[in-house]
């Protein structure tokens, strides 16, 4: 028998129509927040040259906002162009819902090839931070999985997010 490899979820996405109503349903229905807002983010390219969708180095113009809700990471993306892209690839114009989980990788190029042994479609290869895949998991799991290299400057991050969340009171500039 195999061993069963652990690789928990840090992070739940969701493709949205409007990031800041959506940033503040998340506040008031759960409590999540304050949400850190990356409007029109670009892959910064990496020494490797490496951004890829399905073979194109064209990006889509997306903005994101992140969170925690307890331990858990929210993300929320929403699409401003008609591009092909990982989100447009599960939901039509004007359809919104649940898109990927997130798993943090010390080994990630183990990871990364595991997963494409198992047979998983690699949709997306960039850098954000660290070496970033996603693959297309509908079939197997009903959604996206984005690896993400784990390392010192991607944890200190995080960690300021969390202490944003932990010692928030609730009301005080809920989008930053």
């Known amino acids: 028998m195999q061993k069963v490899l652990n690789r928990p979820v840090f992070q739940y996405a969701y493709f949205v129509n409007d990031i800041d109503t959506a940033c503040m349903n998340w506040i008031k229905l759960f409590g999540a927040g304050p949400f850190f807002r990356v409007p029109h983010h670009t892959v910064k390219v990496d020494p490797r040259g490496r951004f890829s969708y399905r073979g194109e180095a064209d990006e889509s ?3 994101y ?3 925690y809700c307890g331990p858990v990471q929210i993300q ?3 699409q401003h162009d008609d591009k092909a892209s990982i989100y447009t690839e599960m939901y039509g114009k004007g359809q919104e819902g649940f898109h990927h989980v997130g ?3 010390a080994e990630f190029e183990r990871d990364r090839d595991d997963f494409i042994a198992q047979g998983l479609d690699l949709a997306v290869e960039m850098w954000a931070v660290a070496d970033v895949v996603y693959f297309n998991a509908v ?3 009903g959604c996206f999985v984005e690896i993400h290299g784990d ?3 991607i944890r200190e991050v995080f960690k300021r997010w969390k202490h944003a969340h932990d010692t928030w ?3 005080t500039d809920p989008l930053r």
């Open 103 to 105: 798993i943090l990788s």
């Open 139 to 141: 079939k197997q799991i």
């Open 151 to 153: 390392n010192e400057d």
């Open 169 to 171: 009171d609730g009301v």
């Open 65 to 67: 906002a992140f969170a």
């Open 61 to 63: 113009d997306v903005s």
């Open 76 to 78: 929320l993306i929403q």
